[in-house]
């Protein structure tokens, strides 16, 4: 990766009063994990995420108390609206998903209007953050389109661990003085389909995933 490409990502996550607390962190501590890649749908990105991904579960201990974070950027990709950067990300989502070989996380749903979805990939479930610079969302306008994958096993053990609200709570009153509200999409695993978070876009009700599970 392009050492300009990486500091440009890390100052948009580290020094711009930006809000998820959790990814300050994690970027603090040198625990994120940025890959590079050129388009988004290419085979050459399909099947170099899945193969990073791997590697970075490989290295992960499920029993660490610390937080890490695997993101992809699409250096080379151009995005003009949120809607094709929505087509693009599940289009991309869809096709990760079919070229994995492992089963589905037994932890989560694998059907995107469950409330207990969360997207598998390689055994392992993840939360989703779709990030470009057109988003609507200035907590989301990375300076290249970009996907964190967040292991869902960490927000579990931030449940565990009693602090998960307090966090969940600061990170919406920083996301409010940033922009001004609170982004209408968000919420709380368990109460709606996380899906609807995964963009950025604001989403109505009759908004369908187009994601197919195999």
């Known amino acids: 990766m392009k050492a300009d490409i990486g500091l440009k990502f890390t100052d948009f996550i580290s020094?711009?009063?930006?809000?998820?607390l959790m990814a300050q962190a994690v970027f603090k501590s040198q625990q994120a994990v940025i890959k590079e890649y050129d388009k988004m749908l290419s085979s050459t990105t399909v099947n170099g995420i899945i193969k990073d991904l791997k590697d970075f579960l490989k290295k992960y201990s499920f029993e660490d108390q610390e937080f890490y974070s695997f993101i992809a950027i699409f250096s080379k990709e151009t995005i003009d609206s949120e809607i094709e950067f929505e087509n693009k990300l599940w289009q991309l989502l869809n096709c990760l998903h079919v070229m994995d070989k492992e089963e589905w996380d037994p932890s989560v749903s694998k059907d995107p209007t469950n409330k207990e979805f969360s997207f598998s990939i390689n055994g392992k479930a993840f939360y989703i953050v779709g990030m470009h610079p057109n988003s609507s969302r200035l907590s989301r306008q990375s300076p290249y389109p970009a996907i964190a994958f967040n292991l869902h096993v960490q927000f579990v053990k931030l449940r565990s661990d009693g602090v998960f609200k307090t966090v969940r709570?600061?990170?919406?009153?920083?996301?409010?003085?940033?922009?001004?509200?609170?982004?209408?999409?968000?919420?709380?695993?368990?109460?709606?389909?996380?899906?609807?978070?995964?963009?950025?876009?604001?989403?109505?009700?009759?908004?369908?995933?187009?994601?197919?599970?195999?």
């Open 15 to 20: 020094n711009n009063n930006h809000p998820c």
């Open 169 to 214: 709570n600061k990170i919406r009153e920083r996301d409010k003085e940033l922009q001004g509200n609170i982004n209408p999409m968000l919420k709380d695993f368990g109460t709606d389909s996380e899906v609807k978070q995964y963009s950025g876009r604001i989403v109505n009700k009759n908004w369908k995933c187009p994601f197919d599970s195999k």
